[in-house]
């Protein structure tokens, strides 16, 4: 099994419940998913003639699609070679679930690692039972998935962007059709940090004791 990597890197997590905590991203390469507005549309297509070495996929310094082919050792190989020190680790993309992430997790987790993955919830999840599940779902895109229900229930997190209220009442009505867990935490995260988007998700959150996910690395100008 081997997963194609767009790019990897330490930093903080900015986002959702595990907002501040020392985090190595992992992006993986493809998505059908078509967000109009997705900020990572290099992850889109996964082209041959972009394959590159690990090397150069670690030395990337802009955002750009190409991608090295790893296995899940050599993705802990790198772990330690880079010398990252976070303990948690972001499987993101891109959209993950398109991979098998269970050889990953299982060795990740023995070196004492803790997963965390970021999927829009329209592929079939393939992670360990301690990977913290992050479904941000994508409601009517144009790649025309759908977002599954076993998915939302095995989120541990629901991360739901919003600008206006329409976006709250297609949660609202998303999550009425599904069975949740009873601990599920529901996060909104302003879009681009708007002050009536900030606003409208503040009061809702407060209202529903749900979390706010304010893209803490947006504010502090980190990756
Ligand atoms: Fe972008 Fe994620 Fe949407 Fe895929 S699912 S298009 S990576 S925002």
Redesign the pocket.
């Known amino acids: 099994m081997t997963y194609r990597i767009n790019e990897m890197f330490e930093t903080l997590q900015g986002e959702g419940t595990f907002t501040g905590v020392p985090s190595i991203f992992i992006r993986l390469q493809g998505?059908?998913?078509?967000?109009p507005?997705?900020?990572?549309?290099h992850?889109?297509e996964t082209r041959p003639q972009d394959q590159v070495s690990v090397a150069a996929m670690l030395a990337k310094s802009t955002a750009a699609s190409a991608w090295a082919e790893m296995t899940a050792d050599d993705i802990m190989d790198t772990i330690v070679a880079q010398d990252y020190q976070a303990k948690h680790v972001v499987i993101t993309?891109?959209?993950p679930a398109m991979f098998d992430l269970l050889p990953l997790s299982q060795v990740l987790e023995a070196n004492g690692l803790q997963l965390q993955i970021?999927?829009?919830g329209?592929f079939e999840l393939k992670v360990s039972r301690q990977t913290w599940v992050t479904v941000?779902p994508?409601l009517d895109?144009p790649?025309g998935y759908l977002v599954r229900p076993d998915c939302m229930a095995r989120a541990n997190e629901i991360k739901h962007p919003i600008a206006m209220q329409k976006h709250i009442d297609a949660l609202d009505q998303l999550l009425a059709r599904c069975d949740l867990r009873e601990d599920v935490q529901i996060c909104l995260q302003p879009i681009s940090q708007r002050p009536r988007a900030t606003a409208l998700a503040m009061q809702t959150c407060i209202r529903r004791n749900w979390r706010l996910s304010v893209q803490l690395h947006k504010y502090l100008n980190i990756e």
């Open positions: 998505c059908p998913v078509g967000c507005w997705c900020d990572t549309q992850t889109w993309g891109g959209e970021e999927t829009s329209t941000s994508k895109m790649g």
